[in-house]
């Protein structure tokens, strides 16, 4: 089947999806709090990282949390989401975006995506609004580094009196007219997971402008424990809080972001550059509004370029024809040159957990439907990406030889 064995050998050093990249001062704070003994939850590199992310940010308070996920569910809690409570929520995004909806009994309604950034789509946004006029909170992710249409949601959102919760874990550092991502929600969160732009090896933040909001989840963190001499308790309580030494991580990485920033925007633009002439499209952006953090470079095939490929849920096969590729060619073809892409996030309202919460999209006959395909037939835009859409290697580390020749690889599928 395939004719690239003569001309390329595998790489023998894999090329991953995206890595830590460490620089040293990583380390120097690590060992900081280990000679002074600060290895526990409090301590400089806490007080520090959450200074300088704030600053970062834009906002008035970070606080360093043990996971984005832990972020979001004391996002979740802040925002007052209750047993029952339906949340508008982005559909083709990590897991991690909604289930702390979840975990305190709100049910996500999937919003479909638009074609523009690949993030929440304003339009089934309102829609839903008229659907379900009651909703009142709003939890949007960035995808893959780029700035969702956030002022349109702001809009929608004031309109109907709903609290946004900004899941900007894959888009630290990224703009949205000159302000920074993860500050547009009334509670905005960040990820410093160990494939995100910058790392901690794990750890997430939370971001508000409200004093009583950061307290409230410094405090639910640490177990919520009251000023008292014992151990007393008026709330539930979360082990939560950021590691010192894991802030130390942070805080090392903390002066490489824009760093690594331009790194992911050179791999972007080199592959944009390379794939000229294939019948593909790399992911969208504003470029009037928004500067991306590039976190994740994608591809989306031309449908009219689209190999014949199907998906179960756990298996993919497909057939190969000439001049015409699909994800998974190209992610089993890179694989098998050791190097490794990843297929889109597949959409919340076709995963089988969520697969009977309702959905909401502007395609196909225009009702909303818990089926990716919908009744007046064609498919919605979250299903479309995922089924012709897939993240490429984009590590900042990789060479741009090692590049090259993922673009030749990629090149050679559409043979
Ligand atoms: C990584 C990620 C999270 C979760 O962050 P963790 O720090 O891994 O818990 C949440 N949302 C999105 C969109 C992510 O990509």
């Known amino acids: 089947m395939f004719t690239l064995n003569g001309k390329f050998k595998a790489f023998d050093k894999k090329v991953w999806l995206a890595t830590p990249t460490m620089h ?3 380390l120097q704070w690590m060992k900081d709090a280990f ?13 520090e990282t959450e200074r300088i992310v704030a600053q970062k940010a834009g906002c008035k308070y970070a606080v360093g949390l043990a996971t984005g996920t832990a972020a979001l569910h004391l996002a979740m809690k802040l925002a007052g989401i209750k047993r029952g409570d ?19 009994g709100g049910v996500p309604v999937f919003i479909d995506t638009e074609r523009d950034t690949w993030n929440m789509d304003p339009a089934a946004l309102e829609k839903a609004f008229e659907i379900y006029p009651e909703v009142k909170h709003i939890v949007v992710a960035n995808l893959y580094g780029v700035p969702a249409k956030l ?7 004031d309109k109907h009196r709903a609290v946004i919760i900004e899941d900007a874990a894959e888009s630290f ?42 307290n409230k989840a410094r405090k639910w963190s640490t177990q919520s424990r009251e000023n008292a001499p014992w151990y007393q308790h008026e709330e ?41 002439g294939l019948p593909v499209t790399m992911n969208p952006y504003d470029g009037k509004n928004s500067v991306p953090n590039f976190w994740l470079s994608c591809l989306l095939i031309d449908e009219k370029a689209m190999c014949r490929q199907v998906r179960g849920e756990t298996e993919a096969l ?58 007046g037939g064609g498919v919605d835009v979250g299903a479309d990406i995922f089924t012709r859409g897939l993240c490429l290697p984009s590590d900042n580390k990789m060479t741009e030889e090692e590049q090259q020749k993922i673009i030749e690889i990629v090149r050679a599928c559409f043979d």
Request: with cysteine; glycine share 10%; proline share 4%.
């Open 24 to 26: 040293g001062e990583e």
């Open 35 to 47: 000679d002074k003994n600060w290895m526990s939850t409090v301590g400089e590199n806490i007080n």
């Open 86 to 104: 339906k949340v508008f929520c982005t559909d083709m995004t990590f897991s991690a975006t909604v289930n702390p909806v979840v975990y305190e």
């Open 151 to 157: 002022d349109e949601i702001r809009k929608i959102a």
């Open 173 to 214: 550092g990224a703009t949205y007219k000159g302000r920074q991502t993860g500050t547009f929600g009334d509670i905005g969160i960040i990820s410093f997971n160990g494939n995100k732009i910058i790392t901690g090896s794990a750890g997430g933040m939370l971001l508000t402008n409200d004093l009583a909001q950061a």
């Open 236 to 276: 539930l309580g979360y082990n939560y809080r950021m590691s010192n030494v894991v802030a130390g991580v942070v805080r090392g990485q903390l002066p490489h972001l824009e760093e690594h920033i331009a790194q992911k925007r050179a791999v972007y633009e080199r592959y944009k550059e390379g794939f000229k």
């Open 318 to 375: 497909y057939i190969k024809e000439h001049g015409k590729s699909c994800p998974t060619e190209i992610l089993e073809t890179l694989a098998s040159f050791n190097a490794e892409g990843r297929p889109i996030w597949k959409p919340m309202h076709m995963q089988p957990i969520y697969r009977m919460n309702p959905f909401i999209t502007t395609e196909g006959d225009g009702r909303g439907t818990t089926n990716a395909y919908i009744a």
